[in-house]
Structure formats: C-alpha cells, structure tokens
C-alpha cells in the first residue's frame, strides 16, 4: 500500500437516519484501528422542483432550512464520533449535490466508504444492494455496509461481494480481516447474468458449465486468503443473479457487507 493511500481517510455518507450514525461509531472505531481520520460527509441534494420551492419568494428560505438540517446531522454524527473515539481526527462536510455523486467522488480520495443499510431514501434493500454496487462500481475503494444494531447483527457473517477483477482485492483483504478479527464466517458472493450472453446464444449455452466456471472465478479470487486466515470459515456462493440482488438476499443476518471497486473508477 502508497504511503498516499495509507493516509486517505475513511469516510462515512451521512444523511440523518439511525442506521447512519451507527455506521458512525463503526468507521470512527475502523478510523482508529488503521490510525486514519475519519470524514463524515452530507450529501445536500437540491432542487427547485420540490413543491415548496416553487413559491416565489420562499427559494432561499427553504433551501437554507434544509441546509441548517443537514448541517444539524453532519454535527449530531461528528459528536458521535467524538464520544466513540476521542482520539481520532474527524472532519465533517456538507456537499451539495446527489448522494451517489457525492459520495463517488469522496470514494476516489478515501480508504474506506462506510454506509449504513438504511437511508440515502430510507430503503434498506436500495442501499446494501443498488447503491453499494453503484459506489463500488464508480469509487477506487470498498464500499461497506453496516448492518442493523449490534445485539441484530451480533455473531452475523461477513459478506463480501466479489466481481472476479483484481482491483477487488482490496474488498476481500478486508473482509477476511474483519471476519477473522469477529470470529465469524465470511460469505463470499460472486454474482453473474445470463443478460451478458447474446439472446440467440441463451438456448445453446451450457450453463451448469457455465456456473463451473463462474465458481471457479470466486474460487481462484479467494485462493491464498484461506491459507492466511485458516481460522475464518468461508462460504462461497457464485450465482446467477444480479450483483444487487444477490448481495441483498445473501447477507440478510450480515453485520458487515463489503463491496470491491469494479476498476473503472478514476
């Protein structure tokens, strides 16, 4: 790992929900184990579409209430921060703009893009599996999800998501680590689509080799990890699905979600 690298942050997307501020008091503890700040970040997504923008007069008003939240909720997770672990530098800001840009351009200069499984709209499927995959998919780091409460969540694997390039790398290293420093399974997810083949192709395909192959993919990415961390059960599980689906249905019960940058980010 670049020294450059060593220092990036680990950055939390805020948004005022509970499940938010708990991944607040997960990534200050992560900050403070790989001795890094910590970021809390706000996306502030505006339009003069919403209805109460639409009255004259009123623009300014209603967009500055919904900027005095926000600021209320980067601050509300900043103590946050504070109280779980005092020690570490924290950093808050609020970005105007939607949250996927927002939070894709903080991945490319972070170590670690933390998200609770609820809110950016309040839907915990949306974000564990969409989004995730989309941040993952844009950002140059791993995107992690934090499950549920800890007592929910408490002795739940470690699912991370795997696509089958290198640059996933990253998202296994610290799924393993993560899994072996919790004392539970990690669920390694590798999901493919029939909708890559060619519709006049489908009938010809051989697809139980298909999943031989696939599974292989998973197999050969997860080689050498095993050996390093023999205490950590793995379980893998190469389907034929959509990376967001696959990622929802398999961590139900999860207490961590990880998710590698697909290398196309900048």
């Known amino acids: ?8 942050p680990v950055v939390v997307g805020v948004d005022g929900s509970g499940s ?47 900027l005095k939240v926000a600021r209320h909720q980067v601050a509300r997770a900043a103590r946050i921060a504070a109280d779980t672990r005092p020690d570490v530098e924290t950093t808050t800001q609020v970005e105007v703009g939607a949250p996927i840009e927002v939070l894709g351009s903080e991945a490319k200069r972070a170590q670690l893009l933390v998200l ?21 998919a844009r950002g140059a780091c791993p995107v992690v999800i934090v499950r549920g409460n800890r007592d ?19 998202a296994v290293a610290f799924a393993f680590e993560a899994a072996a420093a919790r004392g539970v399974a990690l669920v390694a997810v590798h999901a493919w689509s029939s909708t890559a083949i060619d519709d006049a192709l489908g009938p010809f395909m051989d697809w139980d080799a298909v999943a031989v192959d ?53």
């Open 214 to 266: 696939e599974d292989a993919v998973l197999a050969e990415r997860l080689a050498g990890w095993g050996q390093k961390y023999p205490q950590v059960t793995v379980r893998r599980h190469a389907v034929r699905d959509g990376a967001a689906h696959a990622l929802v249905e398999l961590s139900r019960g999860a207490q961590l979600v990880g998710v590698g940058s697909r290398g196309r980010g900048n």
């Open 20 to 66: 938010a501020y708990r991944a607040v008091e997960w990534a200050a503890e992560e900050a403070a184990r790989r001795g890094v700040a910590l970021r809390l970040v706000r996306a502030f997504s505006w339009t003069t579409s919403e209805p109460h923008a639409r009255h004259p007069g009123r623009v300014e008003h209603y967009r500055e209430q919904l």
């Open 116 to 136: 609770g499984d609820r809110g950016l709209g309040g839907v915990a499927g949306l974000v564990l599996g969409s989004v995730a995959v989309m941040l993952a």
């Open 152 to 170: 929910e969540t408490d002795g739940g694997p470690v699912v991370v998501g795997i696509d089958g390039s290198p640059v996933s790398e990253a």
């Open 1 to 8: 790992m670049d020294v450059g690298h060593a220092q990036r």
